[in-house]
């Protein structure tokens, strides 16, 4: 019972920036970590970035520098800034989270429904 819902997608130029947000909700008692996945047409899905909770970053060679992972454990949100991108960055962003949904030990992995960033050269 956890919904994550992303916005920020759209097209963009070249050498262009876009801010791509993601906020989870529902039975939520804590995240583990939260990231953001892209998946380009024929190409395989691949992480872009990645946060813990206690705001260990990990990032793709392909957008290190370019790309920056926020988060905020009490909201329950996380960004990615991305700034000069270039239309190998065109993909579906997709939202990750892995949820505790309880004082249990049990975690599950959730997915946002994606959003479309669109980079033209």
């Known amino acids: 019972q956890v919904q994550l819902v992303e916005s920020g997608g759209g097209l963009v130029q070249a050498g262009g920036s876009l801010r791509l947000s993601c906020a989870a909700s529902g039975s939520i008692f804590s995240i583990n970590a939260m990231g953001w996945y892209r998946q380009a047409p024929g190409k395989q899905r691949e992480l872009v970035a990645s946060?813990?909770?206690?705001?260990?970053?990990n990032y793709a060679d392909s957008v290190k520098g370019r790309f920056t992972i926020f988060r905020d454990n009490a909201k329950n949100t996380v960004d990615l800034q991305m700034s000069s991108l270039k239309p190998e960055d065109t993909a579906v962003y997709y939202c990750?989270?892995?949820?505790?949904?309880?004082?249990?030990?049990?975690?599950?992995?959730?997915w946002g429904q994606g959003t479309q960033v669109t980079v033209s050269s």
């Open positions: 946060i813990t909770s206690g705001a260990m970053t």
């Open positions: 990750n989270a892995e949820v505790r949904p309880d004082s249990r030990r049990y975690t599950y992995m959730y």
